[in-house]
């Protein structure tokens, strides 16, 4: 249940005074992009915040305000030229004669207006204050549909229908004006309950922070451009507000998810030792490092939660592996999500190739695993004959029953967010499971803390030994032929290459026409020895391309993304991505991962079209610069700003609406201390002070914090 003060907030628009079916229909629209089409609310205006501010200072006198500029000025009616005008003719627009208090003149200058009401708006005789662009028109002065008219009186601060001397302009919506969305806005604000204190108030006061009514009134209705600032007290106040509210969230979250009793799971160490005997290769230090600290979580009572982050390449199956073994001799089974079938499959690969020697039981169970076949993986795990069971989500649906599940790896690669991973694990791990989110691509510190905060962070920044670096060009399409060339002479010599076509659209078939149009091409030139791969190809035939590009009977592999993950074939040493400027940079990254793990040379070519956007060219070059994922990362926050989520919200929806990162990054250490300080005074946040914090919890609607409060 909501709190009752604030229910007024989460109304719909239409509540507020002034606010018809028209305008709800454009606030809808505007807002959109977070509600998938659902109804604007009063606390979405709230939220919107303006981005600049235009002045509209006073000048007294027409003759001191600048043609071509926006004036403001004092006024007396003069009189009313209705359609026609000095020109003659019906069809001329409807003509207001103003004039100043030295008598310069002026006219406001209607099109299709209303003359009733423009007659009450501008009485003859009477003192306007109007605000608009001043042209000159034929020797005279014109104002068109002014911006702005009230009465003298009006214009007094806090005036109904006030004048703003500094107006707020926000982003708007086709057919929606700023001064409607003003005023809207301005209803809302309104509307703010006054609601006690939930920061700690020796830090709002060491701040000179205003409250959390006094900051949003302040944002709407700012003095200078310099109010909107990260800055801002305003906004900074409002920004920690966010952030506290996420902190909390996570907090609350990971709090939850370690009360329930975690387990010892301690190994004698006999299936590790025959994995590691067994490996054609030594684990690197980070992967000593991460598996020790996995091994610490899962020796302790406590529920493991830890995020095991690595770029592409840096060996986290192995790892994944070796901590399942542990859970396998501590006498409990363990599973692995992949976010794809394809990345399943390689998964149970490698992990079976390397876990074989331990004679650990794997099975394999994605969507296409049916009929008699699921039945037997299916009774098997629920009997325990099965120690790692290795699929998609499918592995969690209601009707798999494992024996005993005690270690779950889910393979994220960014595309689950908090909430479905809660889900995840509260169905996998019924029991208190422990749990190990594993990632590729390199997260940045901040947006670490934003979206992990619940989890402790393993990392492995340390690549296997013997990686060449790989040679990354970026290249005009229209030297396309060149590097066509010397694809073919490097096939001649042995070499394979992947070909990634352009993402077109958000539209499958059109990525899929390209890349067909291309296969066909290249086909013309190497025959036989060109393979296709693409998201509408059917699980079968996909193994079939990909086993024939593994096995060396295909040179070239043309792909839409979907070689993205789960892709390891290490003699592939080329790797093309046509129109890379569409890319974003953590794409790219995965993509190029793909390449460089064998003992070949290795070399990736960014085929791009020009003319590049200066965003585009920032990107390409960053890519040339380093392969060190931890810096793509940094450099991908820094680029996209505001710390967007990479994919694990839909895509444009900044995960904050008023915080900004890295502008606000202080603001979150500081957030996460008070957050975590509080959850441990109060673990329950039962206490009188978390009332508030509550409040809080509802305003920024972490609904999924909340319930899990509630239910204790
Ligand atoms: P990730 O999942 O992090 O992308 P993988 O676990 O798939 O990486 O490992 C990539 C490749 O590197 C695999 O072929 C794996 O066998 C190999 N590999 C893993 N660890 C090492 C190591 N310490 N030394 C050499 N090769 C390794
Ligand atoms: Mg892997």
Known sequence: MRPPRLVPLFATVRSLKGVGPKVEGLLNKLFAPRHEGGHARVIDLLWHLPVSVIDRPVTPRIADARIGDLATLEVIVTEHRPGGGRRGGARGPYRVLVEDGAGAALELVYFNADPTYLKRLLPEGSKRLISGKLESYDGGLQMPHPDHVSTIQGAEPGGAGALPLHEPV????????????????????????????????????????????????????????????????????????????????????????????????????????????????????????????????????????????????????????????????????????????????????????????????????????????????????????????????????????????????????????????????????????????????????????????DMDVSRLDEKPPGRKPIATRIVPLERLDEVVAGIERAVRGGAQAYWVCPLVAESELLDLAAAEERHAALAKRFGGKVGLVHGKLGGKDKDRVMAEFASGALSILVSTTVIEVGVDVPNASIMIIEHAERFGLAQLHQLRGRVGRGAKESSCILLYRQPLSEAARERLNVMRRTEDGFVIAEEDLRLRGGGELLGTRQSGVPLFRIAQLPEHESLLQAARDEARLTLSRDPELKGKAAETLRLLLYLFERDDAIKLMRAG
């Open 170 to 453: 926000y982003p708007l919506t086709a057919g929606l004006t700023n001064t409607t969305l003003r005023k809207a806005i301005g209803e809302a604000v309104l509307r703010l309950p006054n609601l006690p204190e939930w920061t700690d108030a020796g830090f709002v006061a060491k701040n000179a922070w205003p409250n959390f009514a006094q900051a949003l009134a302040r944002l709407h209705a700012p003095d200078a451009e310099a109010d909107l600032l990260p800055s801002a007290p305003a906004r900074a106040r409002l920004a920690y507000d966010e952030l506290l509210a996420n902190q909390l969230a996570l907090a609350v979250i990971r709090a939850r998810l370690k009360r329930r009793a975690g387990r010892r799971l301690e190994g004698h160490g006999k299936l590790r030792k025959a994995i590691l005997a067994a490996l054609p290769f030594k684990l690197t230090g980070a992967q000593k490092r991460a598996l020790s600290e996995i091994d610490a979580d899962l020796a302790s009572p406590d529920r493991m939660l830890r995020l095991l982050q690595g770029d592409v390449g840096s060996g986290k199956t192995v790892v994944a592996l070796l901590a399942m073994a542990t859970a396998v001799e501590a006498g409990a089974q363990a599973a692995l999500m992949a976010p794809t079938e394809l990345l399943a499959r390689q998964h149970l690969k490698t992990i079976g190739e390397f876990g074989s020697p331990a004679g650990l039981r794997i099975a394999l169970l994605t969507g296409r695993e049916r009929g008699r076949e699921r039945t037997g993986i299916v009774e098997a795990v629920q009997a325990g004959r099965i120690d790692i069971l290795i699929g998609t989500h499918a592995i969690f649906q209601e009707h798999i029953v494992f024996n005993d599940l005690g270690f779950v790896v889910i393979d994220e690669q960014h595309r689950f967010g908090v909430h479905q991973r809660l889900a995840l694990q509260e169905k996998g791990g019924g029991s208190g499971a422990e749990l190990l989110v594993m990632t590729a691509t390199p997260i940045p510190r901040t947006l670490l803390l934003t979206n992990y905060g």
